[in-house]
């Protein structure tokens, strides 16, 4: 029974709906813009850290389509780091949980000066489709300082290209936010004036 329907499954093909065209170019400027701002500011390549908190995993599919072979962040030098020590960016996604709010604020005070907290998603934002559980704080900029929020259910790999550059380019730098943290952000795209 099984090899009829191996067969069956092999001749009909995908069933998943076409991936929408990347347009190629756009996407090397990105990353060739988002490598020489972030060399520009730090000297080197930029560093990313993802910091998981409490998201659907529906954002985490499209950062990974950040190191896919579509958008390959890395082969300009800008990667993904595995600790926050390593990290100019912490690349945060989900609504901010509260069993993740200590766990949050630890990274963030790993990463070394200048660092900047990127919000990705809808849930990021404010809490999106979590907002009003007990479980949740709200947006991530309720317990971090947000540097940029990058809004969407999920925000598409470009748009977080995009955001990622706007960060850099602006070249902030402002003071640090001390000890209790927030404020900083406003919701949308910042930085990029
Ligand atoms: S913004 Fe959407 S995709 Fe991202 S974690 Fe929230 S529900 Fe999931």
Redesign the pocket.
Known sequence: MLLPRLVRDLLRGPQTDPAPPVPEITVSALIERLDAAARARLGRSLAIRHVGSG?????ELEINGLSGVVYDLERLGLRFVASPRHADVLLV???ACRNMTEAMQRAWHCAPEPRWVVA?????LDG???RDSYAVEGGVGQVLPVDLVIP???PSPGLMLEGLLALVEAQRDEDEVPAGMPPRAEPGFRNQG
């Open positions: 998201s659907c995993n529906g954002c996604t989900g609504p990705v998603g809808d849930c990021a999106g489709v979590f969407g259910c999920p």
